[in-house]
């Protein structure tokens, strides 16, 4: 029978799955460009798809057709690599458990009907694969009516757990194609019903655990929101705290200055100097909570942090460049990056001996482009490496992965980069984020 591998109709199922193929992606992730550059990118990915296919192996056609799909993902949404390569062969595992089922059906009615279903390759093979490709749209539209509203991250490592059953369920029903399909047609209206159920099943757990990561973006979210709502309120305390201790100061500034005079008079300024001192010292201690950021939840994570070092002997000097501007960061992002790294020099320090604790923290602009959050920790413990790269001085290597992995992560998201080093008998950390970064 003649082979139809380059007709205008096999063009055209090409281009059908490759629009089944955005429209999958377009209900999980954001795109990155649209009109044209869509439309091109899209035209390019269906013919690469449609003379491969003309070469008529299978080995080939598994091989590149996922690597062309997998480039056009990634080029077209907003996607991480990594997760592009978990979606994408959770893609395909719905394809080819399509295909597996309708293989399996008109293997089925070729047993039972008085006419022979043609090849998929085949001229006379189209009008069946016709049937497939609209069955395999509706199953499309059946998984992005649930998926479509929901907010899935794109570091998203459960991506991962995602494939486990469509790749199992996948690898069952193809073994059906390598099997004698049976004579009794009781078994084979049992092949072609698992062979359904596997392929539905596949749709059903992923809406669901789609559904759960969903929920869990959102309860980490309220989470977030929790602690900035008290990290706010920490700071507004304190200013009402500080202004309170003022106004006091000001009421009493008067009662000083006439007492003063007096002295003066009279005569004792060893006195004055007496009471100046002890007052200064409950100035000090009243107002012992700073401003230093615009920025109320930077303020919070920094004035925790300067809390803390005090409860452990730590030096902490810490230097704040006026008029900061970090709105450009998420709250959270902004907690995450700058609390991990606080966390990690202090604990760092709180190791040393107690005349050897040392924090040194600068935060300010390195250019008008650029967000540079420096710190100087001392250590006791040398840090450990991977390859060429310094990780970190705690102890714990379980927790340090999962505070300086968020970092990065976060550091590379704001087009910036995350520097450790050892020098001089420090450790040294350099956060560099830029300021125009797309959040």
């Not at 293997?107 to 009008?127: E, Q, V």
Request: aromatic share 16%; hydrophobic share 45%; charged share 20%.
């Amino acid at each position: 029978m003649e082979n139809d591998l380059l007709s205008v109709s096999r063009l055209f199922f090409c281009g059908a799955d490759v629009y089944m193929l955005y429209r999958f992606f377009a209900a999980i992730f954001k795109q990155k460009w649209s009109g044209k550059k869509r439309i091109i990118s899209s035209i390019i990915t269906v013919l690469l798809i449609f003379f491969e296919n003309a070469v008529g192996s299978v080995t080939l056609n598994f091989l590149t057709v996922p690597l062309f799909c997998y480039t056009y993902i990634v080029s077209s949404f907003k996607i991480s690599l990594t997760n592009g390569i978990a979606y994408t062969i959770i893609y395909f595992t719905f394809v080819g458990g399509r295909e597996v089922l309708f293989e399996l059906m008109y293997r089925f009615l070729s047993k039972i009907l008085p006419f022979y279903i043609p090849p998929w390759f085949t001229s006379g093979g189209i009008y069946f694969l016709f049937i497939e490709y609209v069955a395999g749209f509706l199953f499309l539209l059946y998984i992005e009516k649930y998926i479509k509203k929901l907010n899935v991250s794109n570091n998203n490592i459960i991506s991962w757990y995602l494939l486990i059953v469509p790749i199992l369920s996948l690898t069952i029903s193809s073994s059906f194609l390598y099997m004698d399909f049976p004579e009794e047609t009781f078994i084979q209206i049992l092949m072609c019903a698992c062979a359904f159920l596997l392929y539905f099943s596949n749709a059903a757990i992923f809406i669901i655990l789609e559904k759960y990561t969903d929920v869990m973006n959102k309860v980490k979210y309220a989470e977030l929101i929790t602690v900035k709502k008290d990290m706010e309120n920490e700071h507004f305390q304190n200013i009402l705290k500080i202004n309170d201790h003022y106004r006091c100061f000001m009421h009493d500034i008067n009662a000083y200055f006439n007492s003063f005079r007096m002295l003066a008079m009279d005569g004792e300024n060893k006195k004055i100097v007496e009471i100046i001192d002890e007052l200064k010292g409950k100035i000090q201690k009243e107002t012992s909570s700073v401003i230093y950021s615009g920025s109320p939840v930077l303020n919070a994570v920094l004035t925790e942090r300067v809390s803390r070092a005090k409860e452990q002997g730590i030096e902490f000097t810490l230097f704040v460049e006026k008029f900061l501007k970090v709105d450009f960061i998420s709250d959270a992002d902004l907690i995450s990056m700058f609390g991990n790294l606080l966390d990690n020099a202090l604990e760092a320090a709180a190791r040393c001996e107690p005349d050897n604790r040392k924090v040194n923290v600068k935060v300010f602009m390195g250019t008008s482009y650029f967000l540079i959050f420096y710190i100087e920790n001392t250590f006791a413990v040398s840090a450990r490496r991977e390859g060429a790269n310094l990780l970190s001085t705690k102890a714990d290597p379980k927790h340090h992965g999962l505070g300086l992995g968020i970092v990065t992560t976060l550091a590379e998201k704001y087009g910036g980069s995350l520097n450790l080093e050892e020098k001089n008998g420090l450790f040294i950390t350099t956060l560099t984020i830029s300021a125009f970064a797309e959040s």
